[in-house]
């Protein structure tokens, strides 16, 4: 058997039956192997970065190995920031790329791929030799899984044709038993417990698999649940469940959590994000930490407790040390939480120019069905007012892609997570700026008959730009670009599209965008007279407690 299909038979053994790519000379011959003899689905994906992405929305939306493959030299240098983002997200990742000959100077697209992968923060394995090839690419995918990152496994194209080695054993990801607590450290939490009246719970990534026994816990010690924003969905339909914990909380949920008097931090790393750079902690509350990771301690937030073991054994074992308290869940807090909403939190700013983002948000979780993936991009009106105001099913649910701080990741991300999803419809968030620079992935989501809806909140700018120099008092002309006709566009890649200016036509769109039968895009133009309230609130400084803030952010 030669290289490439020993790399083929080596993927297919491992499971691996979904991969994203563009194709080119030194990756084709791997990839007609996987397809054709192991019956493979590949995505083509317009871009190398793109193909990356969409790898990394499968697995995070999926939980799988993401598998993408590019050729070499610039296919490699175009996937770097998605490379980042995944890593940076900690996405089991493969990257499939060809490598130019050894000592080949004249190739045009020679360059040191590994000096390329390395500032990403991705891993990199080399396929040493014709003998060694099948065993290096089982080894990147057990790093890929051990390591919670991508792994560039980087193949030279001479090695391809040549006589492989023997194939290796499959990888079976058998993760190690999490430490259990000690029973003394949970007897002073329960302690704790007992002297608390308002207790929260927040559960983040690392509480994965404790859902129940932490449910049990909050019933038991009378505490509200929240999460982090990256474990967004981990509660829901409990009564008592208020959602994100951070600078993304609904109004309800941060003013209850600053009320807290004890913050029990679960699989979750208090990150600045989470505790809202403080203001979360304005209640000075005990703050209890539980990890499977002792370096996970005091790295962002100092706790006063401090609990190494699994989540799920923790929370049983609290709960039953604990005694019964009424704690939150009374009936003046169930009140508070039913008679509060996202959609009754803003006043309806829409103008003559264009929709308000906050009233677009509102409609979008009315219309598009619960039993959702959620993809949501960087910029102003696409990043904050969709995380807060959003519902998911569980975690696995929402995608973020903004973990490098980038925008125009959206949409491939989402064409991932739709792949990996298809009994859910995948709803991708994204701004006129960010779909600009992705927009030629329409026709893979097209091509691929994906059920997904873009919504483009479009305000025909950069808005986070224009609304930070508007604060700033400089022109704001120079983040003012007009944009072509998102819907002409995707009609013209053979999705389905609508332009809505008005609350009335955006209450129109419910049948579209319920049970779409493909691509689905809404170019929502926006008027550019209202501040998301994350934005008026962290970049402008101001505070929802202040009596000078405008009321239509509080």
Not at 372 to 394: F, I, K, N, W
Request: glycine content about 12%.
């Amino acid at each position: 058997m030669r290289v490439a299909g020993a790399v083929a038979e080596t993927l297919a053994a491992h499971g691996v039956s979904c991969l994203f790519g563009v194709l080119g000379d030194g990756n084709l011959p791997i990839l007609d192997a996987l397809v054709h003899e192991h019956g493979a689905d590949y995505v083509a994906a317009a871009r190398e970065d793109g193909a990356v992405l969409m790898a990394d929305g499968y697995a995070r939306a999926g939980g799988r190995l993401g598998v993408a493959t590019v050729t070499h030299g610039p296919a490699l240098t175009n996937a770097v920031t998605a490379l980042t983002e995944a890593a940076r997200a900690g996405t089991p990742l493969l990257l499939v790329a060809a490598d130019t000959p050894p000592g080949d100077l004249r190739n045009p697209q020679a360059i040191d791929q590994e000096d390329v992968v390395r500032p990403t923060g991705a891993g990199f394995q080399q396929a040493h030799s014709a003998a060694s090839a099948a065993a290096d690419t089982a080894l990147a995918i057990r790093r890929a899984y051990t390591e919670r990152r991508p792994i560039v496994l980087n193949i030279p194209t001479p090695l391809l044709g040549l006589e492989a080695g023997e194939l290796p054993g499959t990888f079976r990801q058998d993760a190690p038993p999490a430490p259990a607590p000690r029973a003394e450290e949970v007897a002073r939490v329960a302690g704790a417990l007992a002297a608390a009246e308002r207790p929260v719970i927040v559960a983040g990534r690392g509480a994965a698999g404790a859902r129940a026994e932490l449910v049990a816990l909050g019933e038991r010690t009378g505490a509200l649940l929240a999460t982090t924003l990256k474990a967004k969905g981990f509660f829901a339909g409990e009564p008592y469940d208020v959602g994100v914990c951070g600078g993304f909380a609904t109004r309800i949920g941060r003013e209850l959590i600053r009320g807290s008097d004890l913050l029990l931090a679960v699989g979750a790393g208090l990150n600045a994000f989470t505790t809202d750079g403080g203001r979360m902690l304005a209640g000075r509350p005990v703050i209890v930490h539980n990890d499977v990771r002792p370096e996970a301690f005091d790295v962002w937030t100092p706790a006063d407790l401090r609990i190494l073991g699994d989540a799920g054994a923790f929370a049983a074992m609290l709960a039953g040390a604990a005694g019964p308290k009424t704690g939150w869940r009374t009936e003046e807090t169930a009140r508070w939480l039913a008679a509060s909403g996202y959609a009754t939190e803003h006043p309806d700013g829409s103008d003559e120019t264009g929709l308000d983002p906050h009233t677009v948000v509102a409609a979008l979780e009315r219309m598009v069905p619960r039993r959702r993936t959620l993809v949501v991009e960087g910029g102003h009106a696409a990043l904050s007012e969709p995380c807060r105001g959003l519902s998911v099913p569980d975690p696995s649910g929402f995608v973020f892609p903004v973990n490098f701080g980038s925008i125009g990741l959206g949409l491939a991300s989402a064409i991932g997570a739709a792949t990996a999803r298809p009994d859910r419809v995948t709803l991708a968030v994204t701004g006129d700026g960010a779909l600009m620079m992705s927009l030629a992935e329409l026709d893979t989501a097209v091509r691929r008959g994906l059920r997904l809806v873009v919504v483009v909140m479009n305000d025909g700018a950069f808005g986070y730009e224009y609304h930070n120099m508007l604060h700033r008092g400089m022109d704001v002309g120079l983040s003012l670009i007009p944009r072509p006709d998102f819907a002409a566009l995707a009609r013209a890649f053979g999705a389905e599209a609508v332009t809505v200016r008005t609350p009335a036509e955006l209450d129109a769109l419910e049948e579209l965008v319920s049970d779409p039968s493909g691509p689905v895009l809404v170019d929502a133009r926006l008027t550019r007279a209202v501040r998301t309230r994350w934005f008026a609130e962290h970049e402008n400084g101001l505070d929802p407690a202040d009596p000078d803030f405008d009321p239509r952010y509080r």
